[in-house]
């Protein structure tokens, strides 16, 4: 099936350091999704994306649409210890309503 | 609170055993899904449904099937188990015509 490749895998960084993951495809995709997933819990969604291009903010996270909508990435500025989990990204194919996701970057941060 | 609530958190079962895990979507939401996630994995994506018809079909194993009921709710059915199912199990919904998922707090099934 379709797949997404999500790097990096896992991150460990020192409080305050900023954050970058993407995820890339072969295929075209109409909408992307993060989420962020805690320990034992469901995955909750931080920043939808609608267009090739589109950067979109939520609070210290920023996240774009890549131009050849192969592509997404998701920023973490001035990270805190709350940020710690999974983030995941999901994307939409042109023409299908299931979502595809990557396979996680586990976020570490050392206080 | 994404509004999706999902019973029960915790299931622990032996092999061979059948368990159905359950699931509200989100007040007006008519799409149901259903993922399971292993140790350290990703999200599987089994089945979707759409006001209680089945519309799109991932890994759902034989063993497994699930159904939408005309409350909206949804069972999802885990029979014959083994070892390998134990996974947190997961149920999303979203509104039509929209594509962001809201998931549920997930069941943690563990088999023996």
């Known amino acids: 099936g379709q797949q997404l490749n999500q790097s990096p895998q896992s991150m460990f960084i020192q409080e305050g350091e900023d954050v970058s993951m993407n995820c890339t495809s072969s295929?075209?995709?109409?909408?992307w999704l993060w989420y962020k997933q805690e320990p034992g819990e469901g995955p909750v969604l931080l920043i939808a994306l609608y267009k090739a291009g589109e950067l979109t903010s939520n609070g210290r996270l920023t996240a774009q649409f890549g131009i050849t909508r192969k592509d997404s990435f998701l920023n973490i500025s001035a990270s805190i210890p709350s940020d710690v989990g999974i983030y995941f990204c999901?994307?939409?194919?042109?023409?299908?309503?299931?979502?595809?996701f990557g396979q996680g970057t586990r976020l570490t941060i050392n206080p | 609170d994404s509004g999706v609530t999902q019973t029960p958190k915790h299931l622990i079962t032996a092999t061979g055993q059948r368990v159905t895990l359950r699931c509200s979507p989100r007040?007006?939401?008519?799409?149901v899904y259903w993922y399971q996630q292993s140790l350290d994995q990703g999200l599987q994506f089994l089945i979707q449904?759409?006001?209680?018809?089945?519309?799109a079909k991932g890994n759902i194993l034989e063993r497994f099937s699930a159904q939408q009921f005309p409350d909206l709710h949804s069972e999802l059915n885990l029979s014959s188990l083994e070892l390998g199912d134990s996974a947190l199990y997961f149920c999303?919904?979203?509104?039509?015509?929209?594509?962001?998922?809201?998931f549920g707090p997930g069941t943690r099934l563990t088999v023996l």
């Open positions: 007040s007006g939401d008519l799409s």
């Open positions: 449904y759409y006001n209680g018809e089945e519309r």
């Open positions: 295929s075209i995709f109409n909408t």
């Open positions: 999303a919904s979203s509104a039509t015509g929209r594509t962001e998922q809201f």
């Open positions: 999901a994307g939409q194919l042109q023409g299908a309503q299931k979502l595809v």
